[in-house]
């Protein structure tokens, strides 16, 4: 086991992942401007975006990229960083960084070097949409983004059919309409919230049916980002019993040897339980005996 006590070594060297407003620059937390003022360089994922974000809020420090292209040989390179004693604060373009963005691999190389990892809260577009969705929250299962091949899509989905908790995807405009399509032949017809281009001036939450979803995307001109939040599912998975792939006798003289029954009661509770009439386990039993 090893242990990290974030705030005593809050001087050391430290990867930072610090996370950015999704759209509304007032998300933007005072400690996190405070980082990004300290932080020795910045890892972008966007050098051109996050420039952006730094004149916004005065922040003078260098940047570095670290996107899904370069992340090996750029990862290396922040670990040498890091190694000889500098602060570095990862970010992503918008959001918390590693959720459908870089950064995981940069996380678990960190922590395998005894590198301090410290995480700090903010803005993230999953948890802002489930909260305002009207949608049981727990529990709730984070997808991110589905398969881009529609053969692929299909096995995700038949795979979380079954989930009984809310299920959130991230999904482009052009690629909404397919993804409805398909949700709809997967998961049946349920509750479903659309939530549009949060805290920006044209956030918008959709709230409906799949079906109306669908309708709704074949209709409308389909703009910005999006956030589906989807109702878990209300299907009870049947128990297997233990009785499935085991004969009549065998099923009564479990009773019978195991429960102490006797031979009438123990032809009872068989065929109770296998609701098959009494008659034709008692007829099945006693014909084995005899043979």
């Not at 910045?42 to 809020?57: P, S, Y």
């Not at 929250?137 to 053969?151: A, C, E, I, T, V």
């Amino acid at each position: 086991m090893k242990s990290q006590k974030s705030f005593e070594q809050e001087q050391e060297p430290a990867l930072y992942l610090v996370p950015t407003p999704i759209g509304n620059l007032e998300d933007m937390t005072y400690r996190a401007v405070r980082i990004l003022r300290e932080a020795d360089c910045i890892a972008a994922e966007d050098t051109r975006n996050t420039k952006k974000l730094c004149n916004h809020f005065d922040i003078h420090t260098p940047l570095i990229s670290y996107h899904e292209h370069n992340r090996q040989q750029s990862g290396e390179a922040i670990l040498a960083r890091l190694r000889s004693g500098s602060r570095v604060a990862l970010v992503s373009d918008a959001g918390m960084p590693a959720i459908s963005d870089p950064g995981y691999e940069l996380v678990q190389a960190c922590i395998e070097e005894d590198i301090p990892v410290v995480a700090l809260p903010g803005a993230n577009a999953a948890l802002t949409a489930l909260i305002a969705s009207g949608i049981n929250p727990q529990p709730f299962y984070f997808y991110g983004f589905l398969n881009r091949s529609r053969k692929e899509k299909k096995k995700e989905l038949e795979e979380l059919r079954k989930k009984d908790g809310a299920l959130i995807f991230y999904e482009s405009p052009h690629r909404l309409k397919e993804t409805l399509t398909l949700l709809h032949e997967y998961l049946g017809d349920r509750p479903i919230v659309l939530a549009r281009e949060l805290t920006k001036r044209f956030e918008e939450y959709i709230r409906g049916t799949i079906a109306e979803a669908l309708e709704w995307a074949s209709t409308q001109e389909v703009r910005g980002e999006f956030v589906l939040i989807v109702e878990g599912s209300n299907e009870v998975e049947e128990e297997a019993v233990w009785w499935e792939d085991v004969s009549l006798k065998e099923h009564v003289d479990h009773y019978i040897n195991s429960e102490g029954l006797k031979p009438n009661d123990a032809i009872k509770q068989a065929a109770k339980e296998r609701n098959i009439p009494k008659r034709e386990v008692y007829q099945a039993y006693h014909i084995d005996i005899m043979k």
